[in-house]
């Protein structure tokens, strides 16, 4: 089984060649009929790319504005069924071509694969500990969802038509998982080998619009699909968010499993705000499409100025080698926060930079409602097999590396970060469902 390898871009990033080397050397790893297509799409965008010439390299452009029209340029193209999916700031390994390739030839319809992040400071090692780009598992299965930075299709299994919805500049991978899943078709995962490497920036601002883009996208298509594929995001928006007005922030990781004091203030600072710009977006979002708007949000004082609170933080952490924050399971939950978290620093800028409408309508309840209800029925199951998962890994707990966490979480269908919950502080209540609707 050869591939086509598949890669978008407005061709303005400095990391496009070297993804596109990467990809050129992973699909010679296959064979001579393998090849890689280049897509240039958006403003500006060209067919002069300036990297070394290779017979198994094309590039195409894209007329529609785009990442959505750009991959459905490429898959058109493509002479393989058999399509692999990377971004222009991922770097693939020598391996990803065959391994996806023999994954795909199992008989599922897609697989997603891991992505680390390069580690450049605080908000990149945070990330890259999270996994955050990671495609969320579902119903107990190691695949889920697909993050189209780390992806493969079968054209010939997919639903007819262009596999993704040209409408969608955001979020159009977890679309493609979720009409997949609806079609009956299976989602895998590439579990061992190398991950592929995202380069992203070092930057609050970025984690900031990234995590309120994506909770916008988020509350779009699970009005589209309903509560229980996407409803992983938060146990309860509002609740989250009002708690955090409040000065009293519950649903956030304190990384118990992280034994340098000042790294574990950072990443728990770092968290805090990205659970709370998701239930922001999400919230935001939500009520716009229900006609019913609910939060106000001012993005640009709002970033800068979670910016400036966190690089206060990472300052005064000094000297920090964030790509080899020590982590050590063996100790149990640490009560409460460190007293280096600057919670009301956090907080107050949210107060300040979102502003709620007075009264929530009755219809937006109702949503909330269903989503509340919908995370809560799953939660049973999820503890189970998060005690399951320590159950096994107990006798060497000691000597764990997060990357065997983080594998035998996902053979359970578990994200790293639900598994690790149980070395935070459980003493503050879960948010329980708000709404009756």
Same mark, same amino acid.
């Given at each position: 089984?050869?591939?086509?390898?598949?890669?978008?871009?407005?061709?303005?990033?400095?990391?496009?060649?070297?993804?596109?080397?990467?990809?050129?050397?992973?699909?010679?790893?296959?064979?001579? *009929?393998?090849?890689?297509?280049?897509?240039?799409?958006?403003?500006?965008?060209?067919?002069?790319?300036?990297? +070394?010439?290779?017979?198994?390299?094309? $590039?195409?452009?894209?007329?529609?504005?785009?990442?959505?029209?750009?991959?459905?340029?490429?898959?058109?193209?493509?002479?393989? *069924?058999?399509?692999?999916?990377?971004?222009?700031?991922?770097?693939?390994?020598?391996?990803?071509?065959?391994?996806?390739?023999?994954?795909?030839?199992?008989?599922?319809?897609?697989?997603?694969?891991?992505?680390?992040?390069?580690?450049?400071?605080?908000?990149?090692?945070?990330?890259?500990?999270?996994?955050?780009? *990671?495609?969320?598992?579902?119903?107990?299965?190691?695949?889920?969802?697909?993050?189209?930075?780390? !992806?493969?299709?079968?054209?010939?299994?997919?639903?007819?038509? @262009?596999?993704?919805?040209?409408?969608?500049?955001?979020?159009?991978?977890?679309?493609?998982?979720?009409?997949?899943?609806?079609?009956?078709?299976?989602?895998?995962?590439?579990?061992?080998?190398?991950? !592929?490497?995202?380069?992203?920036?070092?930057?609050?601002?970025?984690?900031?619009?990234?995590?309120?883009?994506?909770?916008?996208?988020?509350?779009?298509?699970?009005?589209?699909?309903?509560?229980?594929?996407?409803?992983?995001?938060?146990?309860?928006?509002?609740?989250?968010?009002?708690?955090?007005?409040?000065?009293? @922030?519950?649903?956030?990781?304190?990384?118990?499993?992280?034994?340098?004091?000042?790294?574990?203030? $950072?990443?728990?600072?770092?968290?805090?705000?990205?659970?709370?710009?998701?239930?922001?977006?999400?919230?935001?979002?939500?009520?716009?499409?229900?006609?019913? +708007?609910?939060?106000?949000?001012?993005?640009?004082?709002?970033?800068?100025?979670?910016?400036?609170?966190?690089?206060?933080?990472?300052?005064?952490?000094?000297?920090?080698?964030?790509?080899?924050?020590?982590?050590?399971?063996?100790?149990?939950?640490?009560?409460?926060?460190?007293?280096?978290?600057?919670?009301?620093?956090?907080?107050?800028?949210?107060?300040?930079?979102?502003?709620?409408?007075?009264?929530?309508?009755?219809?937006?309840?109702?949503?909330?409602?269903?989503?509340?209800?919908?995370?809560?029925?799953?939660?049973?199951?999820?503890?189970?097999?998060?005690?399951?998962?320590?159950?096994?890994?107990?006798?060497?707990?000691?000597?764990?590396?997060?990357?065997?966490?983080? !594998?035998?979480?996902?053979?359970?269908?578990?994200?790293?970060?639900?598994?690790?919950?149980?070395?935070?502080?459980?003493?503050?209540?879960?948010?329980?469902?708000?709404?009756?609707?």
């Amino acid at each position: 089984m050869s591939v086509s390898v598949v890669i978008p871009s407005t061709l303005q990033r400095n990391t496009v060649a070297a993804c596109v080397d990467a990809a050129l050397t992973a699909a010679r790893g296959l064979g001579p *009929d393998a090849e890689v297509l280049l897509v240039a799409n958006g403003p500006g965008a060209t067919t002069g790319f300036d990297g +070394p010439a290779d017979p198994m390299l094309r $590039v195409l452009t894209s007329e529609p504005a785009g990442v959505s029209a750009a991959r459905n340029t490429g898959v058109a193209a493509a002479r393989h *069924d058999t399509v692999l999916f990377a971004d222009d700031d991922v770097l693939v390994p020598p391996d990803w071509c065959h391994r996806m390739a023999e994954a795909l030839g199992s008989g599922a319809a897609a697989v997603g694969g891991p992505i680390r992040v390069a580690v450049g400071g605080p908000v990149t090692a945070f990330m890259d500990h999270l996994r955050m780009f *990671d495609a969320t598992p579902l119903d107990g299965a190691p695949g889920g969802l697909l993050i189209t930075a780390n !992806a493969g299709l079968r054209r010939d299994l997919a639903p007819d038509g @262009p596999p993704f919805d040209p409408g969608r500049h955001a979020g159009e991978d977890s679309d493609l998982a979720l009409r997949l899943r609806a079609a009956g078709r299976s989602i895998g995962w590439l579990s061992g080998g190398t991950p !592929a490497v995202h380069h992203v920036d070092e930057d609050v601002r970025s984690l900031v619009s990234r995590s309120l883009r994506d909770a916008r996208t988020a509350a779009g298509l699970v009005q589209q699909y309903g509560h229980r594929a996407l409803s992983q995001y938060l146990p309860s928006p509002w609740a989250t968010y009002q708690a955090v007005r409040d000065g009293r @922030p519950q649903w956030f990781r304190r990384f118990g499993e992280i034994g340098a004091p000042e790294v574990r203030a $950072v990443f728990t600072t770092l968290s805090l705000i990205w659970v709370t710009c998701v239930a922001t977006g999400y919230l935001e979002q939500t009520g716009r499409l229900v006609g019913c +708007p609910l939060l106000d949000v001012d993005e640009e004082r709002l970033v800068d100025e979670l910016a400036a609170v966190v690089a206060g933080l990472a300052a005064a952490a000094g000297t920090v080698d964030w790509s080899a924050s020590p982590v050590t399971f063996a100790a149990g939950p640490r009560a409460g926060v460190d007293e280096r978290v600057p919670v009301e620093a956090v907080c107050d800028v949210f107060r300040r930079h979102t502003a709620p409408q007075q009264a929530v309508p009755s219809t937006l309840l109702r949503a909330l409602g269903r989503h509340d209800r919908s995370w809560h029925s799953g939660r049973a199951d999820e503890d189970e097999r998060v005690r399951r998962l320590w159950s096994d890994l107990a006798p060497r707990r000691a000597e764990l590396t997060l990357a065997e966490v983080d !594998a035998a979480a996902r053979a359970l269908g578990l994200p790293l970060s639900a598994a690790c919950s149980h070395l935070d502080d459980d003493s503050l209540p879960l948010p329980g469902p708000q709404f009756s609707g």
